[in-house]
């Protein structure tokens, strides 16, 4: 099932962007207040079906995203949280750090001449 709705969701999201990009853009500041209706087709313009069919597939896109999260949240809910787990984890002292510019120990068995 959790496939079925992925391959769906991915169509929609597929033909969605292409019914956007399919789109007329309208330029300008003045179309926000109600301008640009000299264009050729009126203000409505001739995208009437276009406008539909993305209306359409948004809807679409909307509920495959909410089913697939209903079907697969389930899941998650059902593991244990790690916060809830008792073992305890070993922690070992860090190593000495190695000092700048010292590059032999000195054991004392040197003879000294």
């Given at each position: 099932?959790?496939?079925?709705?992925?391959?769906?969701?991915?169509?929609?999201?597929?033909?969605?962007?292409?019914?956007?990009?399919l789109?007329?853009?309208?330029?300008?500041?003045?179309?926000?207040?109600?301008?640009?209706?000299?264009?050729?087709?009126?203000?409505?313009?001739?995208?009437?079906?276009?406008?539909?069919?993305?209306?359409?597939?948004?809807t679409?896109?909307?509920?495959?995203?909410?089913?697939?999260?209903?079907?697969?949240?389930?899941?998650?809910?059902?593991?244990?949280?790690?916060?809830?787990?008792?073992?305890?984890?070993?922690?070992?002292?860090?190593a000495?750090?190695?000092?700048?510019?010292?590059?032999?120990?000195?054991?004392?068995?040197?003879?000294?001449?």
């Amino acid at each position: 099932m959790d496939t079925l709705v992925i391959v769906i969701h991915v169509l929609a999201c597929i033909f969605l962007i292409g019914a956007v990009m399919l789109q007329s853009g309208h330029e300008g500041m003045g179309v926000i207040f109600g301008g640009g209706s000299s264009t050729m087709f009126g203000s409505s313009g001739a995208g009437g079906l276009l406008v539909k069919v993305t209306a359409g597939l948004a809807t679409v896109f909307l509920v495959t995203s909410l089913g697939y999260n209903i079907l697969s949240g389930n899941k998650v809910a059902d593991e244990d949280s790690i916060m809830l787990q008792s073992d305890t984890v070993e922690t070992t002292a860090p190593a000495e750090p190695v000092k700048p510019g010292i590059t032999f120990q000195d054991t004392g068995d040197a003879k000294s001449e």
